[in-house]
């Protein structure tokens, strides 16, 4: 079973829940990010998505200068070796893209929907490759990590 590790995200983009939802908006835009950790007084509580924005302020009709915590969500923690299956199983039971990543007691990272996809698809052609070299008789590689 492969391991998160490789493809996690260490740049975890955060403010104080206090910034505001069109602060957070202007933030992501400018990063080129699709969430912002929230911070409470200095520990990273949750996170607020582009999605979250969007029903906070055009659906449940929230100001965009209100506070990013009344958007964010809670989301599961996983260890920094998870594996693949277990992130993809956490996304799909909490209906979450996003998952924050702990290690040695802190916050170190955030994996998304799309390095778990990417590291399923390492997987797959891993997999591919092992079964063409052994129909073929050719050079067997190393199993990602």
């Known amino acids: 079973m492969t391991s998160i590790r490789p493809e996690l995200s260490r740049d975890v983009v955060a403010l104080d829940g206090s910034a505001s939802m069109r602060a957070a908006a ?3 835009d ?3 990010v699709g969430s912002v950790g929230v911070l409470e007084d200095g520990e990273l509580v949750g996170l607020v998505t582009e999605g979250d924005l969007v029903r906070a302020v ?3 009709g929230e100001a965009p200068d209100a506070p990013i915590t009344r958007a ?3 989301v599961p923690y996983v260890d920094a ?3 693949v299956e277990r992130c993809q ?3 799909r039971d909490h209906r ?3 998952l ?3 290690d040695a007691g802190g916050v170190v990272g955030i994996v998304t929907m799309r390095h778990i996809l990417r590291l399923m698809l390492e997987e797959q052609r891993w997999a591919a490759r092992q079964l063409e070299d052994y129909i073929t008789g050719g050079p067997t590689a190393d199993r990602p990590a």
């Open 26 to 28: 202007l933030v992501m």
């Open 30 to 32: 400018g990063r080129k």
């Open 58 to 60: 055009l659906v449940q």
């Open 72 to 74: 964010m969500r809670a």
């Open 81 to 83: 070796d998870e594996t």
């Open 89 to 91: 199983a956490l996304m």
């Open 96 to 98: 979450t893209r996003h």
């Open 100 to 102: 924050l990543v702990e």
